[in-house]
């Protein structure tokens, strides 16, 4: 059997033992977990350094060394956040309706775990330890791929997760690292139906684009976000230039960031010129389309495929427009379905975008960098979805669970 | 351009306007249907009939026709289906739940239709009013694939709702049928992520399982249902023997029959005989494992391959167990995920099962055959979903919804 096979079984037997599991024999788990991370920094360095020499010698950028690279203080931070993750109100078991029918039937709905979750990750050891326990404190069992850039550290936290849990009441087994990081062995994780109850790819675009193409296990999408902010023709100048250089560079690396700023001409003719400047101070290269190009200086022309991309960088691309109709619309062609906000006085106009742009989250008068678990308060986030089933935007602990209806009869039979 | 993508942009574009649009103008568009297929009986049942007409040339099973023939009492029905989903409570528009934060966002999530729905489904017409309508009722917009041997009858259907669209307020582009029914196009259909939020495939296990392996579009499972009776070592004598017959003979051909009965040994020694005997009068064939057919007369053998299948037929296979752990593991192991029930008088029991078994419904004392919309008390029924993402189950109006979150701020930037 392969490696992919056995582990799959494992997590599976795991995942029905892990059901029944209590929260306080959840908990415990974690903060087992918690401690032997701990314990074994010293090792987990020295293992994660192997993979930072390789990845040196494979010449990767250093923006992805820095997240590959782990040290004391980012595993202090792994074993603090498992400490919250131990405070979370534990969903599982939630009964969430319950009714009677005129035959006498009892329908309960409760959550339940949703059983065995594939989780394929880039090179960044800390979604093992996120991944595990998320999934843990919620009664799943979980297949883990990481990448092979950084599997030797991968390898330590896994054995590290699995020797807490052998003192524990939690099965060792409900956590599964693959240690073949191949394509091939990928492609078949994406279509084991038997076994996975759903695969969630944490990364850049063209990982997220290879699962949902090839996966017939149901996927959770995560995190394409071309974001746009639209100055309406009544915006607060302060708050709107205020917002546009929050949203642009306050992190431009993440999902949420804004890449694009849609203006209202009558707005623009006062303001424009201004908000360019104060973007180019912050270092921010500003694209536009001709109008803008007309009003402000510096700015080197937007094309079609700009309107499309998600930077992830410090530019900012900018259209005139001349109604929110006109915002709208472009958003609804160009956007990804994250996060769009408005900047207005004119209630009307909220009411309008929040109906029709179709997006996880609208925002009016803020920034477009609360699209998260955390300032949601949801006090953990397994990704941000841009899907529409089963979730929407960012997903706390219940995005891991489904629900199942309990049915007491007292010797019903259908007519 | 295809037919398929012209007719998905128009629906991509109906999809936004339907989304502002409100109960009162949506109950009068389904009103508008309800008439307009009175009002077209003639001339459906006209164009129908060359369907039934070809399909017997064909060769076509008796039974395959009949669900695909309509008759006057079968258009009736539909209409009024239709004046009966008007009187459901629309979903969209539902505030599910609002907090403020620290500082000072206020957010909701309110309840939004998912947008563009694609309906892939077999040589039955009634799904073609069935989906336009329950999409319409949610404020999406449909794309429907049926099945050439049906064509006759989906376009004349299909443009009789259209032609009641066009006197109301919702636009007839809402509703698109693909009049190109080549296996070529439904591959691009399922591949359609620009412009499909979700595909449901309605059908056997063949058409949902190629739909599950194809599409990169998210997929809303239905269907296929080895659904379990296990006779516990204290059930009732009556009550059980009632339930196993009502679960197999009401319709056997549905997915919520039983196809298969476990029963303890204990119970099987006093009673299983006269189990058998009572299928048997009911003209059910009744195969068993080894101890099963030492207990009764006329069983054929049980093969591995019998605990696997759904027989969709006035057949049941019957294992002989020596506990409810047991039970439980050949349900987890062979069972879809669908409806398993416990017949017992022990409530241990009920808990351990209803813990352990990994399924949609679950029954305590009761036939597997509620399992259903109408049945749970929804009023209406999208199909009953074997997956665990997004809905799980009978899927009332909700399943066609997804959630938007609404942040209203006054300046907020992220430190």
Redo the contacts between chains.
């Keep these: 059997m392969t490696e992919l096979l056995e582990k799959a079984k494992k997590a599976k037997q795991a995942s ?1 033992e892990l ?2 599991k209590t929260t306080k024999q959840k908990n415990e788990a974690l903060a087992a977990i918690s401690k032997q991370l701990i314990e074994e920094i010293s090792f987990i360095l020295v293992e994660n350094k192997k993979d930072v020499e390789n990845a040196r010698a494979k010449g990767m950028t250093e923006a992805l060394i820095d997240r590959l690279t782990l040290n004391e203080k980012r595993i202090q931070d792994m074993a603090d956040g498992i400490r919250q993750l131990i405070d979370l109100k534990d969903p599982v078991g939630e009964i969430l309706d319950s ?1 009677e ?1 005129p035959n006498g ?1 009892q ?1 309960k709905t409760v959550r339940v775990p ?2 065995v979750v594939g989780m394929i990750y880039e090179a960044r050891p800390n979604v093992t330890v996120d991944a595990a326990t998320l999934c843990l404190k919620t009664g799943n069992a979980v297949i883990l791929r990481g990448s092979s850039s950084a599997q030797h550290s991968n390898i330590a936290i896994s054995d590290c997760i699995r020797r807490a849990l052998e003192g524990t009441e939690i099965p060792a087994d409900a956590v599964q690292l693959l240690e073949d990081t191949s394509r091939e062995t990928a492609q078949q994780l994406f ?1 084991l ?1 038997e076994y996975l ?2 695969l969630i790819p944490r990364g850049g675009k063209n990982l997220i684009q290879s699962v ?2 090839q996966a ?1 296990v ?4 995560t995190g394409v976000g071309n974001c746009h902010i639209y100055i309406d023709e009544s915006a ?1 100048k302060e ?1 709107a230039i ?2 546009v250089i ?2 642009k560079t ?1 992190r431009p690396s993440v999902c949420n960031a804004a890449e694009k700023v849609l203006v209202h001409e009558n707005w623009a003719a006062k303001y424009f010129a201004e908000l360019a400047k104060r973007l180019q101070d912050h270092e921010v290269e500003v694209r536009g389309d001709q109008k803008a190009q007309q009003l402000a200086v510096g700015l080197k022309p937007a094309t079609e495929e700009d309107w499309s991309t998600e930077y992830l960088d410090k530019i900012i691309a900018a259209k005139i427009v001349s109604s929110v109709e006109e915002a709208i619309e472009h958003i ?1 062609q160009y956007g990804t379905k994250h996060s769009e906000a408005i900047i207005t006085a004119d209630d009307q106009n909220v009411a309008k975008f ?3 742009v ?10 477009t ?3 998260d678990g955390f ?3 949801f006090g953990a986030e397994i990704g941000i979805s841009t ?4 979730a ?3 997903m706390g602990l219940k995005a891991l669970t ?14």
């Design positions: 029905a059901a029944s009714w029918r039937l329908i949703l059983g279509t139906t109850d759903v949902v193409e017939s149901p996927v959770l999408e607060d708050m205020d917002i929050n949203a306050q609804n929040f109906n029709e179709d997006a996880a989250a609208l925002y009016h008068n803020a920034s960098r609360f699209t300032e949601f308060g899907q529409k089933l089963h929407r935007g960012p489904t629900t199942k209806y309990l049915i007491y009869g007292n010797g019903q039979i259908r007519n």
